[in-house]
């Protein structure tokens, strides 16, 4: 039983992305939104708990991206698609989301491919992807500051960002993990989640691509491996 605990934390995850894809077709766009969140979470939890109980398997890092694949590359897509579908009525701009499967799963299969164990990410990881165009759904409905909002939601911001995300995705830089049980061996991860917490309390969900960048900017330059 305890070799499953986290392969059922995983399946939770992956029906949470399945609804989010229902609740994007239906256009209840803040509860889809919300719904990816929890997946990013339970993503967080599933990976936490098979480590701390010694369970992890190839089967788990293959269930485990597989619903990475579900509730960060397909949900944010149909999210986002359908969003930009009421919001803008721009089917050529609609039909740019489907680069955010395509390239995560190119990201999945990539990370799935490697043979040995690193302490960091090659590339953007799907969550953090999955995490920015749940967010600016967000940032449409509850940021107050006009001129925020018009800037991050318009047709242009949306296009650079699928697109540039996308690349990012199966860049050849290295990314740092922020992986709870190795945390506390690591000070500047720690001042980076004191930081990100700073942000969101001040900014709300417009902090978080304040945040990736931020994210993508150290791990660019190497300042956090």
């Known amino acids: 039983m305890k070799k499953n605990i986290a392969h059922i934390i995983t399946l939770t995850s992956l029906s949470l992305g399945l609804i989010s894809i229902i609740t994007s077709?239906?256009?209840?766009?803040?509860?889809?939104?919300?719904?990816?969140?929890?997946?990013?979470?339970?993503?967080?939890?599933?990976?936490?708990?098979?480590?701390?109980?010694?369970?992890c398997s190839e089967f788990g890092k293959q269930l485990d991206s597989l619903s990475d694949f579900i509730g960060f590359g397909i949900a944010?897509?149909?999210?986002?698609?359908?969003?930009?579908?009421?919001?803008?009525?721009?089917?050529?701009?609609?039909?740019?989301?489907?680069?955010?499967?395509?390239?995560?799963?190119?990201?999945?299969?990539?990370?799935?491919?490697?043979?040995?164990?690193k302490k960091y990410f090659t590339g953007l990881t799907t969550p953090v992807n999955g995490l920015l165009f749940s967010a600016l759904v967000?940032?449409?409905?509850?940021?107050?500051?006009?001129?925020?909002?018009?800037?991050?939601?318009?047709?242009?911001?949306?296009?650079?960002?699928?697109?540039?995300?996308?690349?990012?995705?199966?860049?050849?830089?290295?990314?740092?993990n922020l992986r709870f049980d190795g945390l506390t061996q690591d000070k500047r991860k720690l001042f980076f989640i004191f930081i990100s917490?700073?942000?969101?309390?001040?900014?709300?969900f417009t902090g978080i691509p304040i945040l990736i960048l931020i994210y993508v900017l150290l791990s660019v330059f190497k300042l956090i491996i």
């Open 76 to 117: 944010p897509a149909i999210l986002m698609y359908n969003f930009i579908n009421v919001e803008f009525d721009n089917r050529i701009l609609a039909y740019t989301t489907f680069l955010i499967p395509i390239f995560s799963a190119l990201r999945l299969a990539k990370y799935n491919s490697e043979t040995t164990k």
């Open 138 to 176: 967000l940032i449409k409905i509850q940021e107050k500051n006009l001129l925020i909002s018009t800037i991050l939601i318009n047709q242009f911001t949306i296009l650079i960002l699928i697109v540039s995300m996308s690349i990012l995705l199966i860049a050849p830089i290295r990314t740092f």
């Open 25 to 55: 077709f239906n256009c209840q766009f803040e509860v889809a939104s919300y719904l990816i969140f929890g997946c990013l979470f339970l993503d967080v939890v599933d990976g936490t708990i098979a480590r701390y109980l010694k369970t």
């Open 197 to 204: 917490i700073c942000i969101i309390y001040l900014f709300n």
